[in-house]
């Protein structure tokens, strides 16, 4: 009874796909929300259908023959047989070399290590699956700038779960993570610059193997980027220090998720994170303080400099050969803050002072230029007051010339 | 009157004539003496000699005034990039082990035609042309 | 050579005998400027030769210095503005002479039309004026381009590129001007070919001309005034060309001096980037301000009128401008020998206005 008008629908259908699909036609007849949304699907492209995941049989054009548990058909997918299922081709190199030969196929192995696999072996089915992250009906590719999985998306779509404190009450876990992160300088580096290699929460958590990097091994997973910083400071009297301690490397002084700019401000004054453990007049304190002195010093005469040449070139003159001697100069502010990592005064002082050296240097030419400003407005007006005698004169002599003869000669006028 | 009148105008004018000559003179032959840089160009630095450089190595030269990556990759072959990492602006090295440009600010890899390989680096590194003339390498800008 | 000594010793005696001096001291004497109520107009014709001296003088400075090659030119340009002990100071004063020279030209030239100095018997003069004035152009045309920066590279692109679409000679001509396809370094090179020899030497020829023609008809006074004092049964007032009126000139050449001077030292001439041919031009583009309202003109004509394309219409209409005003002493009278005044005046004010409004539109559009 319920055949007929699924068949008549079917003959009004216009049949687009190549290959027949039943389930598809018919669930997108009834408007049924998984079927429309698969047009999209990235697996819809490459040929695969409802019933590859869900079983049934495609071809069939009657309903219960096309959902029959003979043909294999399971209906909804239970939440935690989610990741075997997408397993089942994902981790067949032989099949997915066929689609994606570059793609890796050892998600699922990676996912049983993570936490959220291990809960979901344990028969916790309230965390994250595949479909959680990837979404589900209409998976796209992770280049696609509209899958959740996308850089740029990333972070909110781990916040639907990390930031629902109701959701994340049993995990006893905080869920200010995202809030933070929106505040750190990779969010910012990701969504303002567009840098789409800025860390979001899988660069350093990993993705199918979602686990938080342990203490020891923070300072390494930061130094995938931050690879000079992480050789200075694994070299430095803080690394074993940190290690005995417990504390986790540049989380430490940094932070996690909400990782700001750092400034010199972190080494000197009340925001100092050295005074966590060391007091302002322990060496150690002194040798912070000075660092940071140091650091101040040079970009104040970097600004200094900055702004010499700025008068310069805005009042005419060439600096430009100046301005990139000044852009060498607060590269060598840069490699002074990175240099800090080493916790040794020397190698901050002798960046600092080869900058100090550089500033001074282009502020000098700005000075000159400035000075050879002014010298050729004093020349222009040496010129000028020739100029004007001569005019004068000449205005004078013609007075001379053109005097009607018959006037008294110089008679009351001068 | 009158003769006071004539000097003063012979004062101006003559006065006047020679000093704005003077001015006029002055900066011109300061301008024909040839300044102490006698050089115009920066469209070709000398890399150095050959035997400097061992094949598989790379070395900094400072064209105007921005550094350059010259790398002796065989033998024969030379290739100069733009030692600026397109990343932050840090200078670049030729790392032997990979044969390949390395950004140590970031851990950035470019290959050898200065394409990114790994790291955070948005763009390639610029190409410059390195020749062998006699027994110098010189680098100039790609025209 | 030895029967020479017979003549009036001293030195003013040798040279006179060999140089011939008391002819033109003769001939100075004798010449007189009229005098009215427009005479200051005709000091605008010596400040425009003095400027083109001044710029002569600077070029050939420049040129101890200047390369003109794609990979040295901007380079060389750069090493003259900072390098060389007042090189900024040279290079202004030629870029900025160069403007105030087309200035005063046109000033010239319009001073002549609305003083009907172009009548018989100076139709010539004013022919060879008007080559002149053309040169002055075309020495600004390729002079932009020398420092090889991005403006003047793509304000050159966009010129030939108008030449190129004149009908028939058009793409040969922009063959021609550009020395290939494309503008690159052929074009320099011809460019500056045509800046310090081409382009001088027909001024050089030009000017003798012009200035023989004035020398020989001597300065022409506006028919009102000769009309005046013919009316009152004499002639118009004059005044020795020597001393009177060269010393007033001579104070016209030091006030253009003082301006030129001072335009250079507080507001030097930029460099800018240097040209890239691969890069995409830039937004703004536009010519040097003397050829700001040909250009904003063609941007105003639509792509296509009738069955014409726009631009070609717009080169057509100022073809016929041009020959319409070229001609303007030969229309300017009828058969019966009377003066179109109003016609003349008219189209003077008419020019003049059209100039100012597009140039002042181009500039700020």
């Known amino acids: ?414 | 009157m009158i003769t006071e009148r004539r000097n003063l105008i012979r004062t101006l004018l003559g006065g006047g004539f020679v000093a704005s000559l003077a001015a006029f003179l002055y900066p011109v032959i300061r301008f024909m003496n040839p300044p102490s840089v006698s050089e115009a160009s920066v469209n070709e630095v000398p890399g150095g000699k050959i035997q400097d450089l061992k094949p598989n190595s790379g070395k900094i030269v400072k064209f105007g005034n921005r550094p350059v990556l010259l790398v002796r990759v065989s033998e024969t072959e030379w290739r100069a990039f733009s030692a600026v990492c397109t990343h932050l602006n840090c200078t670049v090295q030729y790392q032997e082990q990979r044969r390949q440009i390395w950004c140590a600010c970031h851990n950035g890899f470019y290959d050898l035609n200065g394409n990114v390989v790994s790291g955070p680096p948005p763009k390639a590194l610029d190409e410059y042309v390195a020749r062998v003339r006699g027994d110098e390498v010189v680098i100039s800008r790609r025209a | 050579m030895e029967g020479a000594k017979a003549n009036t010793g001293g030195l003013s005696g040798w040279l006179e005998e060999r140089l011939g001096l008391s002819a033109i001291r003769e001939f100075l004497a004798h010449k007189t400027v009229p005098v009215h109520s427009g005479t200051m107009w005709y000091y605008f014709g010596g400040i425009t030769l003095f400027l083109f001296v001044i710029q002569v003088l600077t070029g050939i400075l420049l040129l101890l210095y200047y390369r003109p090659t794609t990979t040295e030119a901007y380079e060389s340009v750069q090493f003259i503005v900072t390098r060389v002990q007042f090189g900024w100071l040279v290079r202004s004063i030629h870029s900025w002479s160069a403007n105030l020279m087309i200035f005063t030209a046109m000033v010239h030239m319009f001073s002549v039309v609305f003083l009907r100095s172009y009548r018989r018997p100076r139709e010539v003069t004013w022919l060879s004026g008007i080559a002149l004035l053309c040169l002055a152009l075309g020495f600004g045309f390729s002079g932009y381009l020398l420092p090889w920066n991005t403006i003047s590279y793509f304000a050159t692109k966009v010129g030939t590129d108008m030449a190129a679409s004149l009908p028939g000679i058009g793409p040969a001509l922009a063959r021609f001007l550009r020395g290939g396809e494309d503008v690159g370094g052929a074009t320099l090179t011809r460019f500056f070919g045509f800046h310090v020899a081409v382009l001088p030497g027909l001024t050089t020829v030009l000017l003798l001309v012009h200035l023989i023609l004035v020398q020989k008809q001597g300065i022409s006074s506006p028919p009102w005034v000769e009309r005046k004092f013919q009316a009152q049964g004499g002639k118009a007032p004059q005044m020795p060309f020597f001393p009177n009126f060269f010393l007033r000139e001579m104070m016209a050449w030091y006030a253009a001096l003082a301006v030129l001077g001072s335009l250079a030292a507080i507001f030097p001439w930029e460099l800018g980037e240097k040209a890239d041919p691969f890069a995409s031009a830039p937004a703004g583009i536009r010519p040097e301000w003397y050829f700001l309202a040909p250009f904003y003109t063609l941007k105003l004509i639509p792509s296509h009128v009738a069955f014409l394309e726009g631009e070609l219409l717009g080169l057509l209409g100022f073809g016929l401008l041009a020959v319409f005003w070229i001609l303007l002493p030969f229309w300017a009278t009828n058969r019966q020998g009377m003066e179109r005044t109003r016609l003349v005046t008219g189209a003077g004010v008419a020019l003049l206005a059209y100039l100012a409004t597009f140039s002042l539109l181009g500039y700020y559009k």
């Not at chain 1, 690394?239 to 301690?245: C, D, L, R, V």
């Open chain 1, 1 to 414: 009874m319920i055949r007929r008008p699924a068949l008549l629908l079917l003959f009004l259908l216009p049949v687009a796909a190549p290959a027949k699909d039943s389930c598809v036609e018919c669930h997108t007849a009834m408007e049924s929300a998984p079927a429309l949304k698969f047009s999209k699907d990235v697996h819809q492209r490459r040929g695969f259908s409802c019933a590859d995941c869900h079983g049934g049989d495609r071809n069939a054009d009657d309903q219960d023959a096309a959902m029959s548990k003979a043909k294999g058909f399971r209906g909804k997918i239970a939440r935690a047989a989610v990741p075997q299922l997408c397993a089942h081709c994902h981790s067949d190199a032989n099949l997915m070399h066929k689609y994606m030969p570059q793609q890796r196929v050892d998600q699922y192995e990676l996912y049983q290590t993570s936490v959220h696999g291990k809960r979901i072996a344990s028969g916790d089915g309230a965390v994250a699956n595949c479909v959680d992250c990837h979404s589900v009906h209409d998976i796209r590719e992770v280049k696609d700038p509209q899958s959740p999985v996308h850089p740029l998306r990333l972070p909110e779509t781990c916040a639907r779960c990390h930031a629902d404190a109701a959701h994340m009450a049993k995990y006893k876990i905080p869920t200010n993570q995202f809030e933070e992160y929106r505040k750190s300088v990779h969010w910012a580096a990701l969504a303002q610059r567009g840098d789409l290699s800025a860390p979001s929460c899988a660069s350093c958590h990993g993705n199918h193997g979602a686990t938080p990097p342990q203490v020891s091994s923070v300072a390494a997973v930061c130094g995938n980027c931050h690879a000079l910083v992480e050789d200075l400071y694994s070299k430095s009297p803080h690394q074993p220090a940190f290690a005995a301690m417990g504390a986790a490397g540049c989380v430490t002084c940094h932070g996690n998720h909400g990782v700001r700019l750092p400034s010199s401000a972190m080494l000197a004054g009340d925001k100092s994170v050295c005074a966590q453990c060391h007091t302002a007049d322990s060496p150690e304190g002194k040798a912070a303080v000075e660092m940071a002195g140091m650091i101040n010093g040079l970009n104040a005469a970097l600004k200094n400099s900055d702004q010499v040449l700025r008068q310069a070139a805005s009042s005419g003159m060439e600096v430009s050969e100046a301005m990139l001697r000044q852009q060498e100069a607060h590269a060598t502010l840069v490699k002074a803050r990175v240099a800090v990592h080493a916790f040794r005064v020397t190698a901050v002082s002798q960046l600092a002072q080869s900058g100090l050296a550089a500033a001074a240097e282009t502020r000098r030419a700005g000075e000159n230029a400035l000075k050879e400003r002014d010298y050729r407005r004093m020349g222009l007006g040496v010129a000028l007051l020739a100029i004007l005698a001569t005019m004068a004169g000449l205005w004078l002599a013609l007075r001379a010339i053109e005097r009607p003869p018959q006037a008294p000669a110089g008679a009351g006028r001068r």
